[in-house]
Structures are given as structure tokens and as C-alpha cells.
């Protein structure tokens, strides 16, 4: 049992290059989020997805599109990268029958752009 | 989302019970309380939740008092591996809207031997 799994794990772009980070989950959940977590601070939502074809803005959505065309999968985009997006990026589920709502998070993705 | 405040960082020693408090004023009636806990490296782990009074499970207690304005957790007889940031979270699980829970700064736990 995977869990969650983030792909890639490191990367790093040039100012302007595009790339998509790639969230798996093999749990069935129905919620799935983006984190970015930046040094010495805690997790800011990206976007989420409360169901397969649905997405929704969390705190600091400006500079990243997702998209969510299978329910197992939760991909982040970034198309036209800035330094200022050079962070860890966390993907987390969570299943719609628990009460706990209990997280599920990857190991992160750390993204360098220069 | 109610907003929370913890201590920026503590210190310990092995063997000794380690209580993180973290106020919420504006906790709402739905609202309950999360904590995980993150390694270096590592996205964070769910510890422990908890609505009213006292929950505790293997790895730790949450105690809340009756106007559930801050909540402590309580981590018994803390060892080396136990050194992470712990965070308290405020919010209504799954209610239709999934789980937009704002993590904080955390708590950065340091035990020393």
C-alpha cells in the first residue's frame, strides 16, 4: 500500500520554464490537496479537489493551475515558473467517510527555479 | 478558519512529558482539534484530534477544557525521535468541503539526551 505518492521528487527550472508536479493516491480518497511549505514556515493550501473533475483555490492558488481528471490522481501545474515559487510541495487525501478527516500526506516535492 | 497560536519552539529531555499549548479564541461550534507532527524532509503525520475534554490514543493525550479556547498536547516520557514541529490545526473535517485546514508556524520540539 503506496499511500500517497508524489512524483518527482526534486526539480529544478529556469525562470519561465513550465512543469507539472504528479500526486498519486491509492486509497480511493475523495479530497485531495497541494501544499507548498516554505523555510521555517508551515503548509499554505495551493488548490484542492473535493471530487474527481473538481478543483477549488486554497490560500495562494495565483501562478499554478491543477486539475483532477481521474480520482487518483492530482496534478499541479506550473506554467511559467518564478523564483518565488522555489518551495516544498506537498500533496495530501483525505477520504470523505472518515470523521477524523484524518490527512494523508506524500514525502514532497522540492522545486528550485532559478 | 479560526486562527491558532503555539510556541515557536520548546526543549526537553528524554523521559520527560512534553505539553504544547495552543490557543484558538475564535474556535466555532463545529470546529474541532488536530494535531500532527512533521520530520525533517517528511510531510506531516496525523497525532491525535479531539472535540471536548480529554482523547488519548498510543501516542499521546489532547486535553481540552470546557470553553475549548486552547487545547494541550501532551506527549509522555519524549525520546530523541520524538524532535519535530508539531502543529495544531482548528477546523470542521469533511463537511462537505473536504479538509482546508490551515497549518500554522508549528512548534518546533527539540528533545536532547
Known amino acids: 500500500n503506496a499511500g500517497v505518492t508524489q512524483t518527482p521528487k526534486f526539480r529544478v527550472l529556469k525562470t519561465g520554464q513550465s512543469m507539472t508536479l504528479l500526486c498519486a493516491q491509492d486509497m480511493n480518497h475523495e479530497y485531495m490537496y497541494w501544499y507548498r511549505q516554505d523555510p521555517g514556515m508551515g503548509l499554505r493550501l495551493i488548490h484542492y479537489s473535493v471530487g474527481e473533475g473538481t478543483t477549488a483555490k486554497g490560500e495562494v492558488p495565483d501562478g499554478y493551475n491543477v486539475s483532477r481528471l481521474k480520482k487518483q490522481n492530482f496534478l499541479l501545474g506550473l506554467e511559467s515558473a518564478a523564483p518565488s515559487q522555489t518551495s516544498v510541495y506537498f500533496c495530501?487525501?483525505?477520504?470523505?467517510?472518515?470523521?477524523?478527516?484524518?490527512?494523508?500526506f506524500g514525502e514532497g516535492s522540492r522545486l528550485t527555479v532559478l | 478558519l479560526a486562527k491558532t497560536t503555539q510556541p515557536i519552539s520548546m526543549d526537553s529531555y528524554e523521559g520527560q512529558e512534553v505539553n504544547i499549548t495552543c490557543s484558538h479564541n475564535n474556535i466555532a461550534t463545529n470546529d474541532y482539534i488536530t494535531w500532527y507532527q512533521q520530520f525533517p524532509s517528511q510531510g506531516p503525520r496525523f497525532i491525535i484530534q479531539?472535540?471536548?475534554t480529554k482523547v488519548t490514543n498510543e501516542v499521546a493525550s489532547l486535553f481540552i477544557p470546557a470553553d475549548r479556547k486552547s487545547s494541550t498536547l501532551s506527549l509522555p516520557r519524549v525520546s530523541l525521535s520524538d524532535t519535530a514541529v508539531y502543529y495544531c490545526?482548528?477546523?470542521?473535517?469533511?463537511?462537505?468541503?473536504?479538509?482546508?485546514?490551515?497549518f500554522g508556524t508549528g512548534t518546533q520540539l527539540k528533545v536532547e539526551l
Open positions: 479531539g472535540y471536548k
Open positions: 495530501a487525501s483525505s477520504g470523505s467517510n472518515s470523521t477524523l478527516g484524518e490527512l494523508f
Open positions: 490545526l482548528v477546523g470542521a473535517p469533511n463537511t462537505g468541503g473536504g479538509n482546508k485546514l490551515t
